[in-house]
């Protein structure tokens, strides 16, 4: 038996009403609102957040690959899967590959990681995909798309749901799509994407999943297939004899968006959060055809805890201010540095202190104790030279020990950046940038915990490094 | 540890207007101070046998010594620049004193010089983290605003007395700035100003922040057993302290962002050399690195000015007014000058110099019976000091 043994999420902490997207455009608001990455996150940090999300309580060095799946890379040329294994501090030897340029990425990730396990070629293998697609502005796409990502872990044991069958179908199809030097999401005639596109693939994939498995729709307590608009899954799922009311999974239209290819995966978390041991669920995805997934659920549902899941990041949200800001947050408007960088990283130094500056490992000394970030090979304290262990950080949590509201070096559309001393609880000290915050609400003792962004593009190459956000823990946030 | 104590003496100095002086060169600025030192000293630059170069910003300020040798003209002798930061320019004159010391040499030009305004920046130290990953989007007053959160923490002092507490400080350096004809800006401010000024780093205000100028400051210096030759109020060099912390304050577990061991070092050093058992008694005027507000003020405590959480006391009482017990920054600081980084060391002895001599450019803000003075800058995360104690008079 193959399937799913840990799941996580990540939504973005910023949301965005519709109205404000409408009202800018003097159109119709599609309701509701979306997610919008901040301004240093782009798919690689949220496939990172989901990701360290689904391997909460799990030994990382168990996960043999690491598949990444976008339609948004942050490089053209460059694997993203293999500088997610190394944020999340997986093992060297992992298996890395990228899916990419398609909205069914995510499932075909999930499809080849159930392979890989099956074949015996891998014995866990951490499936994340996220997305950040730019409708064009005024576009209904630009409303209905959402930021996101989710993650799971693919294994053969303490499988929480057992995947039972899969299939999937090609259909060629220009309906939706960007050329290779578009930013924007191109979409056809309405009538005709959807009739012949998502409409006839969803059918044909999920009809032709049914004889496979000999399942009848009434089997399932959950439909999930992701919807290009509000109301096309209904449609789908009415087809096919599915009860729309009761068995369609929300597509996350109201409080989310569309989150391209991680969606469906994400919307598989939604359905596992609330799933119960027995429950069978049929996944689809669409994008030039389809994947289709049969899963069952299993006794192991209940371990599945302590993750912020889909739930825990809904729950924790802040409201971005204005249409403008995401312009901004988004790059379609150019902001500035509020002053110019001006120490410029290099390729061979940031490869060199990547034990640090990706994995964020502090020394800390065997004669002493103390602890260092970044790695000392000399001990401040005692001066041992060379005597240290050296620890991995990133889930740990802490405080503000001081900070200050600096308002020289933010960005033109976020000129705050609140540099923070970050104390862990065992008094290590980091130097970071608050991101995520209200920087008005933030003062001394403030938990506070990492989080992997996106900096800069100094040196012609996206400069990743750590920061510091205000706790995410669900229900409350402090930010 | 050795001593130099009397062995050098400062015989002349130069210190150029600061300011915004968009129509001089780096070069040009390093003329205007070393030839007011030139005509100071008696001597000229064929007299000068080694120059050290306080000087931060390369290359847009000139790379090496060529600043000042293809401006001064000071061929064919050594120019050994060091960019240490904010003491860039006390290291100048105490690599002088030490080669003079060393008897290498009998006249030694220690110079400063900073073109602020041809670097783009807006304000000190913008933009620019010691390194490019760690510490992509560090300032200057992010750093020390640091401080100031803290110490307000750590001494219960709420938002608002706190804020008054180090703006009386940006009052009073003001008002010494005010009487000072070469300082950048020249107003007086009140503390309602001062409160109600625009955030630049939280807590810090813009007046509790330095402004941003060029300028050069230049001495040369002697062996102190001949200096009379040259003049008859040489300036004695009595002790000097250097420290640079290891690690970044940043990242050093228990570390309480109020307190600072280079600054206890340096002192301390300079103290003990120059025979100072109690500096809050001993020195009569000091020129301390007022980058910030909050600066000045953990300055006070670390240089045992003022008992430890014993600043505010002072500050309220007036201590450190021109006339307090202890005069600080009579020329109006970094805050009045603004921070052309290498010059700035040597600025502020220039100011101690010429008050040990009684001959301050306006004698309304003349020290009376003064003996010792003391000037200190301070740079880094904050990580570096420097500190040299004079006297006018040997023994």
């Known amino acids: ?479 | 540890m050795g001593s130099i104590k009397d062995k050098v003496a400062i015989i002349g100095m130069g210190c150029s207007v600061f300011g915004e002086r968009w129509s001089l060169g780096a070069g040009d600025l390093a003329i205007e101070s070393a030839y007011e030192a030139f005509k100071d000293a008696g001597v000229g630059p064929e007299d000068i046998e080694a120059c050290y170069v306080g000087q931060m910003y390369a290359p847009v300020n000139g790379i090496g010594g060529s600043t000042i040798a293809d401006s001064l003209k000071l061929s064919n002798i050594p120019i050994i620049r060091n960019e240490n930061w904010c003491t860039a320019g006390h290291m100048a004159l105490i690599e002088a004193a030490l080669a003079v010391a060393s008897g290498a040499y009998d006249v030694v030009m220690a110079i400063g010089v900073e073109k602020l305004k041809d670097t783009g920046y807006a304000g000190l130290g913008t933009g620019r983290g010691m390194n490019p990953v760690y510490e992509a989007r560090r300032t200057a007053p992010g750093s020390f605003g640091l401080i100031a959160t803290s110490y307000f923490k750590q001494y219960g002092l709420s938002m608002e007395e706190g804020k008054k507490t180090i703006g009386k400080i940006a009052v009073k350096n003001h008002r010494n700035g005010s009487m000072c004809p070469k300082a950048h800006f020249r107003n007086t401010v009140t503390l309602d100003q001062v409160l109600s000024a625009p955030i630049i780093a939280y807590p810090l205000g813009l007046f509790d922040c330095c402004g941003n100028s060029d300028g050069s400051a230049c001495a040369i210096v002697t062996r102190a057993d001949t200096a009379k030759k040259f003049r008859d109020d040489p300036i004695y060099i009595k002790g000097f302290g250097i420290s640079m912390d290891a690690v970044l304050p940043h990242t050093r577990p228990g570390f309480g962002w109020t307190s600072f061991e280079a600054l206890k070092r340096s002192s301390g050093k300079a103290y003990e050399m120059a025979g100072i058992k109690n500096p809050r008694e001993e020195i009569d005027i000091a020129e301390v690195h007022d980058c910030f507000s909050i600066t000045e003020l953990a300055i006070y405590e670390d240089f045992g000015f003022s008992p430890r959480g014993g600043a505010k006391e002072d500050i309220d009482s007036g201590f450190f007014e021109l006339e307090g017990g202890l005069p600080v920054n009579t020329d109006g600081g970094l805050k009045c000058f603004g921070h052309p980084v290498g010059a700035s060391g040597l600025r502020m002895t220039y100011e101690v110099y010429k008050q040990l001599q009684y001959k301050a450019d306006k004698p309304e803000r003349q020290i009376k019976n003064v003996h010792r003075g003391l000037s200190h800058t301070f740079g880094g995360p904050p990580q570096l000091s420097a500190v040299a104690v004079f006297g006018n008079e040997r023994g």
């Open chain 1, 1 to 479: 038996m193959i399937g799913i043994t840990s799941f996580g999420a990540y939504i973005p902490i910023y949301r965005l009403s519709r109205d404000l997207i409408a009202k800018a455009w003097e159109r119709s608001s599609l309701k509701g609102e979306r997610s919008v990455a901040n301004n240093d996150e782009d798919t690689l940090t949220m496939a990172v957040e989901a990701g360290s999300d689904s391997l909460k309580g799990l030994d990382r060095k168990m996960i043999d690959g690491i598949f990444f799946a976008t339609t948004n890379a942050p490089y053209k040329e460059k694997l993203s899967a293999g500088l997610a294994a190394t944020v999340l501090d997986l093992r060297s030897d992992v298996f890395t590959a990228d899916f990419t340029n398609s909205l069914r990425s995510g499932t075909a990730a999930l499809r080849a990681a159930l392979d890989s396990v099956k074949a015996g070629s891998a014995g866990r293998i951490l499936v994340t995909a996220a997305d950040a697609r730019l409708g064009y502005p005024r576009s209904d796409q630009e409303q209905l798309f959402g930021d996101g990502a989710a993650a799971f872990v693919i294994g053969g044991d303490k499988i929480i749901a057992a995947v039972e069958h899969s299939i999937s179908i090609n259909k060629e199809i220009v309906d939706v799509w960007r050329n290779d030097d578009d930013r924007f999401v191109r979409v056809g005639e309405g009538r005709f994407i959807l009739n012949e596109g998502y409409m006839a693939a969803m059918k044909d994939v999920i009809s032709a999943l049914l004889k496979k498995s000999g399942l009848k729709a009434s089997d399932f307590s959950k439909l999930v297939i992701p919807s290009p608009d509000q109301r096309s899954s209904m449609a789908v799922a009415k087809k096919l004899g599915f009860n729309a009311d009761q068995q369609l999974q929300d597509n996350l239209h109201s409080n989310v968006g569309n989150c391209g290819a991680a969606h469906p995966l994400l919307l598989l978390v939604a359905a596992l959060e609330t799933a119960k041991p027995g429950d069978l669920i049929l996944v689809a995805s669409y994008g030039d055809g389809a994947d289709a997934f049969v899963l069952r659920v299993t006794e192991e549902i209940a371990g599945n805890k302590g993750r912020l899941g889909l739930k825990g990041h809904l729950e924790s949200k802040m409201t971005l201010s204005s249409y403008q800001k995401f312009l901004s947050f988004r790059n379609i408007v150019e902001p500035v540095a509020g002053e110019p960088f001006r120490l410029f990283p290099s390729n061979s130094a940031y490869w060199r202190e990547q034990k640090s500056i990706l994995r964020c490992y502090v020394s800390k000394c065997r004669q002493c104790g103390q602890t260092e970030f970044p790695i000392q090979r000399i001990c401040s304290k005692c001066r041992s030279k060379d005597d240290y262990e050296e620890i991995r950080y990133s889930d740990r949590k802490g405080k503000v020990f001081t900070f200050t509201r600096d308002q020289l070096a933010g960005r033109s559309d976020d000129p705050v950046v609140v540099q923070t001393v970050f104390e862990t609880e065992d008094g290590t000290r980091f130097y970071l940038m608050m991101t995520d915050c209200n920087p008005e609400k933030v003062e001394v003792g403030f938990p506070v915990e990492f989080t992997f962004r996106r900096i800069y593009e100094g040196a012609n190459f996206h400069n990743y490094f750590w920061k510091c956000r205000p706790v995410r823990n669900g229900g409350s946030y402090h930010g």
